[in-house]
C-alpha cells in the first residue's frame, strides 16, 4: 500500500458501464494521485443510456467494511453516492465521524437518476439536518436541491435555510439561466464558479465525476473553495473528452 499519497473513500454504487458511481470515483481520484478506496451501497443493471434495476448492500455489511478501512488507514475525505433512505445514510455519517472526526464526508445528492429511477426520498427533515450537520459538503444540481426542501420552497430559500448546516455547492448542469455555472454557498459567502465553455458533450456521470474530484483534492488539504474550483476544471475536460455518454478520465 502506498505511503506518499493520501486516502479518499467513496461509497457508493457499482455502476458496470463505469460512467458513474465507484468505478468513475476510483478513475477521479487516480488521476489527482489519491489513493482511492471503495465501498458499494449498490449493485446496478444499467449502461450510460438506461437504468433497469438496484439491488442494496445490506446496511451491516457496509458498517463493517468502514470500521475495517478507518481501523487500518488515515483517509481523509469521504464521498457518499447512491443511498436507499436517510436512515441508511445516517448510519454511515454517524460512524465515519465517530471513528475519525476529521475526516471531511461530501454528500453527492443523487436522489433520482437521468433515467428517472428513485434513489431516494427524503422524509425527515429533523433526520436530514442531524445528517448535514457532519457533513462538509453537498453537490445537488437545481432539480435535486427541491427535493431538500418543502413544496412552499425555492431553490434559493431551501439553500439559504440549509447552508447553516452545511455547505453547499449547486450544480449548473440545470441552471435555469446561466447553464454550467456553478455555486457554491456558506453560511456568509456566495461564490460563482463560471465554466470555461458551455459547449459541451453531455455525460453519464458527470455530477458523480465532478464530486468526486472535489473530494479528492480535500484529501489533497485543498480549502473548499479551490477545491471546488479545481474540480470544475477537471469535469470540464471529462466532459469535453468525447462526443460519447462515456467520458475519459485525465488531468
Not at 441552471?175 to 463560471?194: A, C, V
Not at 474550483?229 to 475536460?237: M, N, R
Amino acid at each position: 500500500m502506498p505511503t506518499n499519497r493520501s486516502y479518499a473513500l467513496s461509497i457508493a454504487g457499482f455502476d458496470p458501464s463505469a460512467g458513474a458511481g465507484i468505478l468513475a470515483d476510483i478513475k477521479t481520484f487516480e488521476q489527482h494521485q489519491v489513493y482511492g478506496f471503495g465501498i458499494q451501497t449498490a449493485n446496478t443493471i444499467q449502461t450510460e443510456n438506461k437504468f433497469y434495476d438496484i439491488q442494496w448492500t445490506d446496511l451491516d455489511f457496509v458498517l463493517s467494511s468502514i470500521e475495517v478501512l478507518f481501523n487500518d488507514y488515515e483517509i481523509k475525505a469521504v464521498k457518499i453516492g447512491i443511498v436507499p433512505s436517510l436512515s441508511y445514510l445516517k448510519n454511515i455519517v454517524f460512524l465515519i465521524k465517530q471513528l475519525s472526526p476529521k475526516t471531511k464526508i461530501i454528500w453527492d445528492t443523487v436522489l433520482k437518476s437521468s433515467t428517472a429511477f428513485d434513489f431516494l426520498t427524503i422524509e425527515n427533515n429533523s433526520e436530514l439536518i442531524s445528517i448535514l450537520n457532519e457533513v462538509e459538503l453537498i453537490t445537488p444540481n437545481y432539480e435535486e436541491i427541491l427535493k431538500l426542501g418543502t413544496a412552499k420552497e425555492n431553490a434559493d430559500t431551501i439553500t439559504e435555510r440549509l447552508t447553516k448546516n452545511c455547505a453547499i455547492l449547486i450544480k449548473g448542469g440545470h441552471h435555469p439561466t446561466e447553464t454550467g455555472t456553478d455555486f457554491l454557498h456558506n453560511q456568509s459567502q456566495i461564490f460563482r464558479i463560471s465554466p470555461e465553455t458551455t459547449k459541451i458533450y453531455a455525460k453519464h456521470g458527470s455530477g458523480c465525476v465532478l464530486s468526486a474530484a472535489i473530494t479528492a483534492n480535500l484529501a489533497l488539504d485543498q480549502n473548499l473553495l479551490n477545491a471546488c474550483k479545481i474540480a470544475k476544471i477537471y469535469s470540464e475536460k471529462f466532459l469535453l473528452s468525447n462526443p460519447s455518454k462515456l467520458g475519459y478520465h485525465y488531468v
